[in-house]
């Protein structure tokens, strides 16, 4: 009976003991192995931008044609207020080929480079976007290099571009000469063929000229 009792005597006191040390602070020895390293972290962290690496190229960070038309339009809007601002003639080269586009300021026989850091360096369509043709003053090119003149009385030269994307989908953008308006579309813009005579009003025509 008695050895019955310290038995039960001695569970209650080890019972006793590890609910004292479970308590009590644990060292940091035993936290690092019930928890994650460094080393795990940096690992885990490097995993998720290698990650992200391959996954964010393919939620569409490309442009699309309406972003870039967008910013064709700024550009336009951007250097006719440059002509306007500094009353000279602003010369903007457009590469076809390669995609690329530059403005310079005419000052007498030379050309100078816009100070606004902006037009540093010869700006570029996305590599999923092309110049398609362009129709100014030198006709209709699609290939080559395009000269588009911007006036201090805020006139811009008629010019009619087409951009398009992998898909062959196309943004047309057309710039009114003497308003300057600017139009978008997703179609194409073919410029107006002229007015043609037909050959048989041509002597009617004739004849009232010959009567005055």
Same mark, same amino acid.
């Given at each position: 009976?008695?050895?019955?009792?310290?038995?039960?005597?001695?569970?209650?006191?080890?019972?006793?003991?590890?609910?004292?040390?479970?308590?009590?602070?644990?060292?940091?020895?035993?936290?690092?192995?019930?928890?994650?390293?460094?080393?795990?972290?940096?690992?885990?962290?490097?995993?998720?931008?290698?990650?992200?690496?391959?996954?964010?190229?393919?939620?569409?960070?490309?442009?699309?044609? =309406?972003? $870039?038309?967008?910013?064709?339009?700024? @550009?336009? %809007?951007?250097?006719?207020?440059?002509?306007? &601002?500094?009353? !000279?003639?602003?010369?903007?080269?457009?590469?076809?080929?390669?995609?690329?586009?530059?403005?310079?300021?005419?000052?007498?026989?030379?050309?100078?480079?816009?100070?606004?850091?902006?037009?540093?360096?010869?700006?570029?369509?996305?590599?999923?976007?092309?110049?398609?043709?362009?129709?100014?003053?030198?006709?209709?090119?699609?290939? =080559?290099? $395009?000269?588009?003149?911007?006036?201090? @009385?805020? %006139?811009?030269?008629?010019?009619?571009?087409? &951009?398009?994307? !992998?898909?062959?989908?196309?943004?047309?953008?057309?710039?009114?000469?003497?308003?300057?308006?600017?139009?978008?579309?997703?179609?194409?813009?073919?410029?107006?063929?002229?007015?043609?005579?037909?050959?048989?009003?041509?002597?009617?025509?004739?004849?009232?000229?010959?009567?005055?």
């Amino acid at each position: 009976m008695w050895q019955e009792a310290r038995g039960m005597g001695r569970g209650i006191w080890e019972r006793h003991l590890v609910a004292s040390l479970a308590s009590r602070h644990v060292p940091h020895a035993c936290l690092a192995t019930a928890g994650f390293t460094i080393l795990e972290i940096i690992l885990v962290l490097f995993l998720l931008v290698g990650l992200l690496g391959i996954v964010l190229p393919r939620i569409s960070l490309e442009e699309n044609l =309406g972003s $870039v038309g967008r910013r064709m339009v700024g @550009t336009v %809007r951007s250097l006719q207020g440059m002509a306007m &601002l500094t009353q !000279k003639t602003v010369h903007l080269y457009v590469d076809l080929d390669r995609g690329t586009y530059w403005p310079v300021i005419l000052d007498g026989n030379q050309e100078k480079v816009p100070t606004d850091a902006t037009w540093a360096t010869p700006l570029n369509l996305p590599d999923s976007i092309r110049f398609s043709d362009m129709l100014a003053s030198q006709g209709k090119k699609e290939t =080559g290099r $395009v000269d588009l003149f911007f006036y201090p @009385t805020g %006139r811009i030269d008629a010019m009619t571009m087409h &951009l398009a994307d !992998k898909n062959n989908n196309v943004l047309a953008i057309a710039i009114e000469p003497v308003t300057g308006a600017i139009r978008m579309s997703d179609e194409r813009i073919e410029p107006l063929k002229p007015l043609t005579i037909p050959d048989r009003v041509r002597p009617l025509l004739q004849t009232a000229v010959a009567v005055r």
